[in-house]
């Protein structure tokens, strides 16, 4: 217990893996501990969507669409293996919103974020344009084509903690903080293995509370603060259901309420449809999407389409709790999306919590939080806003170029099919490569689990990205779980369960590189 970090995270999302990245990068030593898997709680709940959040000019956020824009453009930069562009149709919807309002808005959208590779907004007919033929026939005649980016969250978060422990960050999954103390100006976190029961105590200058639904709960973990901000649950379901049509653009619906709902190309062969918003109370580990909240998504998108969408054709659900800001707002749907902030000196010892933020803009976050504590870090004015430069891991390529990555794993490695080349370009990169080895057939990637995934994968994840289960892995690493029965996903358990991989990070923990 002798080392003092500079900075220790509790938290292992969005906001958390970006804030170590960052930090760490400009010389400060950190320590970030998550309970779970990395982006486990909300950070791998989301719609998807690298967005400017086009609906939160209606509640007067310019300032957080103007931010989210900005960086939308930053973020595919830095990872346009896990990050492409998408393009969005808004149907005119008779007695909703007005098209002079939508025309307005989306004239906003272009320009208040500095859009330079973008394509911009355009006016579409539905009455003959391809976009419209999935649409009821008569209905809507007259639409808005425009542009945001899809994400992997999860992959997102991942590649993150990866970077950050690749420049020395030191990074425990399965760890929980049981116990926060300061003694002579320094926090002592107490932390428990919690596969193993096993604790130890890790020292730091300043704290940093990234608990995201669970923020409350690591203030109230000793840390002797009475926080003046308060956490807003509110749950967001998604559905998944098979592709419900042959193009690649992704539709903004209206609905009556107020609300939108997204329906978005997914894992090729799949429609993801989303979001709900409502006030959630309990466990946010407990969170499901509720049968009332299935039908109103489909509901929603059947208001839309020739085919109506029912909960009988849904093949999988999720839900995540946001950790919002409580403003006070009296409808979930109109909580602020602005993060907020809380710095807090117990006994003159920094402990900052954050509220709310959206995984768009968690890199800027990152960067106002070390900006907040420039005052208590050593490091923090070298190589200020270096992460909107700096690809991650398996992002050092050109936006456009994963067909041609493809193409290249094909020539480099003649067994792969052209589907698993590609899946293996967008999850990885430049560092699919690495993953695939010397290999000179499928045979020599070990035994096959089904829908591509193969032993020599599932051991790269489990050394390189802190995978330790199946569900790691086809669920938060990969959407192989869309593809896979359970038995053959329980294969995959069996299979860690007798084979022992050490971590990269095991190396950094005993002084090493990777």
């Not at 003694?183 to 105590?201: F, M």
Request: charged share 25%.
């Amino acid at each position: 217990m002798d080392r003092i970090f500079d900075l220790a995270i509790i938290g292992g999302g969005v906001n958390g893996c970006g804030i170590a990245r960052d930090a760490v990068g400009r010389g400060n030593s950190v320590f970030l501990c998550e309970m779970n898997d990395l982006a486990s709680g909300t950070s791998s709940w989301s719609t998807k969507l690298v967005h400017g959040g086009l609906r939160y000019l209606e509640y007067y956020e310019f300032r957080l669409v103007r931010e989210a824009l900005i960086e939308r453009e930053l973020l595919w930069q830095i990872a346009p293996h896990i990050i492409r562009p998408l393009r969005f149709v808004l149907p005119h919807h008779d007695g909703l919103r007005p098209a002079w309002l939508l025309r307005l808005g989306l004239f906003l959208y272009d320009h208040i974020g500095g859009r330079h590779l973008l394509p911009a907004t355009r006016s579409v007919d539905l009455a003959h344009d391809e976009v419209g033929q999935p649409l009821i026939p008569n209905r809507y005649v007259k639409g808005f084509e425009y542009s945001d980016c899809f994400v992997d969250d999860a992959r997102l978060v991942v590649l993150t903690a990866r970077d950050a422990a690749d420049r020395g960050a030191d990074i425990r999954t399965r760890t929980r903080a049981v116990d926060i103390r300061q003694a002579d100006g320094i926090w002592q976190v107490t932390v428990e293995n919690t596969a193993s029961g096993e604790r130890s105590t890790i020292q730091a200058r300043v704290l940093v509370n990234a608990g995201g639904p669970w923020v409350e709960n690591v203030l109230a973990s000793g840390a002797g603060v009475n926080a003046k901000a308060k956490v807003r649950l509110v749950q967001g379901s998604h559905i998944v259901v098979r592709k419900l049509y042959a193009h690649d653009r992704a539709y903004m619906f209206q609905n009556s309420d107020g609300r939108i709902v997204f329906a978005i190309p997914y894992q090729d062969d799949f429609t993801l449809i989303g979001t709900t918003d409502r006030d959630y109370e309990g466990d946010p580990a407990k969170v499901k999407a509720s049968a009332e909240e299935i039908e109103y998504l489909c509901a929603s998108v059947s208001e839309y389409l020739a085919k109506p969408v029912k909960p009988e054709d849904v093949v999988w659900t999720y839900a995540g709790v946001r950790p919002l800001y409580d403003d006070g707002a009296s409808e979930a749907k109109a909580a602020t999306r602005e993060y907020v902030l809380e710095l807090d000196l117990p006994g003159g010892t920094p402990l900052l919590s954050i509220y709310g933020g959206k995984i768009t803009t968690h890199r800027r976050l990152a960067e106002e939080v070390l900006e907040k504590l420039a005052p208590y870090l050593h490091g923090t004015k070298a190589r200020e806003g270096w992460t909107a430069k700096s690809p991650l891991p398996g992002g050092d390529l050109d936006v456009s170029a994963i067909p041609a990555l493809t193409a290249e794993l094909q020539r480099s490695y003649p067994f792969l099919t052209p589907e698993h080349a590609n899946r293996l370009a967008h999850a990885y990169g430049t560092r699919a490569a690495k993953l695939l080895g010397s290999a000179k057939s499928l045979g020599d990637l070990g035994q096959s689990f089904g829908a591509t995934l193969t032993e020599r994968e599932v051991r790269y994840l489990m050394s390189s990205e802190w995978a330790r289960t199946a569900e790691d892995i086809v669920w938060r690493r990969s959407k192989l779980g869309l593809r896979l029965s359970s038995a053959q996903i329980a294969a995959i358990d069996d299979w860690i369960a007798a084979h022992r991989v050490l971590p990269e990070n095991s190396l950094l923990e005993a002084g090493g590189r990777p």
